[in-house]
């Protein structure tokens, strides 16, 4: 229960996550008691997470869809990318409603059902973006290419800066560094608060 809080609320996980510290059994029983008691929640077959609550809304919120992704990830050992459009919908610059969350992969072509409503899918292919430390920053990167550089506004780099922590700032303008020159030049005007976005 500790290592899951520990990584904090909208945290995604399998039991792969714990297999290494853990006997099987011991964590099959702990994830069902946790389940049963409300403190975790059941997403997908083999697949849960330590929902968010929303003290406005009184309820918890839907899973976090990049957690839940990276859990299966993890699961499997594959390296994964988001696509753009997908990025677009969790940095809410797209006013499209998603059912589908499309990752690139170098594993195999699956499907997921989340929730009975959202499917995140898997597809295989070339990876260009995998170096990043952060998710964050592929999320970025990948949003800013699928608007294409004609397209991002000083409204839109407001609302990415507000979608990310503020201690990540310096994190990401280092981890993205590699990114093509037009992307990482608007990175650098939304992070560094002493440039204006032109």
Same mark, same amino acid.
């Given at each position: 229960?500790?290592?899951?809080?520990?990584?904090?609320?909208?945290?995604?996980?399998?039991?792969?996550?714990?297999?290494?510290?853990?006997?099987?059994?011991?964590?099959?029983?702990?994830?069902?008691?946790?389940?049963?008691?409300?403190?975790?929640?059941?997403?997908?077959?083999?697949?849960?997470?330590?929902?968010?609550?929303?003290?406005?809304?009184?309820?918890?919120?839907?899973?976090?869809?990049?957690?839940?992704?990276?859990?299966?990830?993890?699961?499997?050992?594959?390296?994964?990318?988001?696509?753009?459009?997908?990025?677009?919908?969790?940095?809410?610059?797209?006013?499209?409603?998603?059912?589908?969350?499309?990752?690139?992969?170098?594993?195999?072509?699956?499907?997921?059902?989340?929730? @009975?409503?959202?499917?995140? @899918?898997?597809?295989?292919?070339?990876?260009?973006?995998?170096?990043?430390?952060?998710?964050?920053?592929?999320?970025?990167?990948?949003?800013?290419?699928?608007?294409?550089?004609?397209?991002?506004?000083? @409204?839109?780099?407001?609302?990415?800066?507000?979608?990310?922590?503020?201690?990540?700032?310096?994190?990401?303008?280092?981890?993205?560094?590699?990114?093509?020159?037009?992307?990482? @030049?608007?990175?650098?005007?939304?992070?560094?608060?002493?440039?204006?976005?032109?």
């Amino acid at each position: 229960l500790y290592t899951i809080y520990g990584h904090g609320k909208g945290y995604a996980f399998s039991t792969s996550d714990f297999i290494k510290d853990f006997p099987t059994n011991s964590i099959d029983k702990a994830l069902s008691m946790l389940t049963k008691k409300g403190k975790i929640r059941r997403v997908a077959r083999g697949l849960y997470d330590y929902p968010k609550y929303s003290d406005f809304l009184q309820m918890q919120l839907g899973p976090d869809i990049e957690q839940v992704a990276f859990a299966i990830a993890r699961k499997f050992n594959w390296q994964i990318e988001i696509s753009g459009n997908s990025a677009l919908n969790i940095l809410g610059l797209s006013t499209q409603v998603p059912g589908t969350y499309l990752y690139l992969s170098n594993g195999a072509n699956r499907k997921y059902t989340i929730n @009975e409503n959202i499917t995140i @899918e898997f597809k295989k292919s070339a990876l260009k973006n995998i170096g990043f430390k952060y998710k964050e920053s592929s999320l970025i990167v990948q949003a800013l290419r699928a608007l294409g550089k004609e397209h991002v506004t000083q @409204e839109i780099a407001l609302k990415i800066q507000s979608q990310i922590s503020e201690k990540l700032y310096d994190k990401i303008l280092e981890d993205t560094k590699t990114t093509t020159a037009w992307i990482y @030049e608007i990175i650098k005007q939304i992070f560094k608060k002493s440039e204006s976005y032109e």
